[in-house]
């Protein structure tokens, strides 16, 4: 699971695409980069920011989540994809998150959760409309961002949190082949380790863990809409993550689609690309902005 495909690749395949022509006019974006939105101890926790720079609002937000198998990746890697979403019409952020093995599960779910309130808490500083946000990443990523359209206050992963704070659900979820259920035993060999680091052991010794960070074992009836995107020749994330989260919501009635890419690996470029970030945003407009608003 890690950062073998950044999203940087979506943008640089975007410009100048016929996608661009084809959408709304886009908007002026205005960017805040490294703003401090949450502290552990000592440890300072940074996001990156785009926003459209014009316009009454509220506006949809969106999280973009870096992959790196839970252990390394940038915010900064993002910055393309955010002012690419803020020139559409979202307040686009990409929340720095603690690494494994140092700090392992659920240290990066608290850290995207905060970054969930963070925005809900500064909703009229930045023209944010509370009510619609989504998550979004690759890999590593994509497993976080699941796990904040499947978990509530109930699931216990929420934090050190009063009980008054707000609340880190979103409201779309769109996962680039992220890892849905690290007890399986589909996950390869190559990945065990990243599991293992994340979790601080292996699925034997941390059974309740294991259980606990996998998206699929949360799934249920209100979560999230969840779009899938996943390759069927991916050798760390096999496509049989994706169809068992696909049958879960099913069974859930969660609503949402599953998008095999016949072929494709741990990521994939050129019009592809091109293709899934359009389905990206027509996702989240479907889901996050109000027929009124569109």
């Known amino acids: 699971?890690?950062?073998?495909?950044?999203?940087?690749?979506?943008?640089?395949?975007?410009?100048?695409?016929?996608?661009?022509?084809?959408?709304?006019?886009?908007?002026?974006?205005?960017?805040?980069?490294?703003?401090?939105?949450?502290?552990?101890?000592?440890?300072?926790l940074k996001?990156?920011?785009?926003?459209?720079?014009?316009?009454?609002?509220?506006?949809?937000?969106?999280?973009?989540?870096?992959?790196?198998?839970?252990?390394?990746?940038?915010?900064?890697?993002?910055?393309?994809?955010?002012?690419?979403?803020?020139?559409?019409?979202?307040v686009a952020i990409s929340p720095q998150y603690r690494f494994c093995p140092k700090e392992t599960f659920p240290a990066q779910v608290h850290d995207v959760k905060a970054a969930v309130r963070w925005l809900r808490s500064h909703k009229d500083e930045y023209k944010i409309?509370?009510?619609?946000?989504?998550?979004?990443?690759?890999?590593?990523?994509?497993?976080l961002a699941l796990m904040l359209g499947v978990t509530g206050p109930k699931d216990g992963l929420e934090g050190d949190v009063p009980a008054d704070a707000p609340s880190s659900r979103v409201q779309a979820v769109v996962n680039y082949f992220g890892p849905t259920d690290l007890a399986a035993s589909d996950i390869p060999d190559v990945s065990k380790p990243l599991v293992r680091d994340f979790i601080g052991g292996t699925p034997s010794e941390k059974s309740d863990a294991v259980s606990k960070a996998s998206p699929l074992t949360h799934v249920n009836a209100g979560d999230a809409p969840i779009l899938t995107f996943q390759g069927t020749k991916d050798p760390l994330v096999?496509?049989?993550?994706?169809?068992?989260?696909t049958d879960a919501m099913a069974k859930a009635g969660v609503a949402g689609r599953t998008e095999m890419i016949v072929?494709?690996?741990?990521?994939?470029?050129?019009?592809?690309?091109?293709?899934?970030?359009?389905?990206?945003?027509?996702?989240?407009?479907?889901?996050?902005?109000?027929?009124?608003?569109?």
Do not use: C
């Not at 969106?62 to 990746?73: D, F, M, P, Q």
């Not at 409309?129 to 497993?143: C, R």
């Not at 096999?238 to 989260?245: H, I």
């Open 263 to 294: 072929g494709a690996g741990h990521g994939w470029g050129g019009e592809e690309m091109v293709r899934t970030f359009g389905e990206t945003v027509a996702f989240f407009d479907r889901y996050l902005k109000p027929k009124s608003a569109k």
């Open 47 to 90: 996001l990156d920011m785009a926003r459209p720079a014009e316009g009454d609002g509220p506006f949809p937000a969106v999280l973009v989540i870096h992959g790196g198998g839970w252990r390394a990746g940038n915010k900064a890697d993002n910055r393309p994809a955010l002012a690419e979403f803020a020139r559409r019409g979202y």
């Open 129 to 143: 409309d509370a009510d619609h946000i989504g998550a979004t990443g690759f890999s590593a990523g994509g497993h």
């Open 238 to 245: 096999p496509y049989t993550q994706a169809t068992k989260l």
């Open 1 to 44: 699971m890690p950062r073998t495909a950044s999203i940087i690749a979506i943008i640089a395949m975007i410009v100048g695409s016929p996608l661009r022509a084809a959408d709304e006019p886009k908007l002026k974006v205005s960017v805040a980069n490294d703003i401090v939105y949450s502290k552990v101890g000592p440890t300072e």
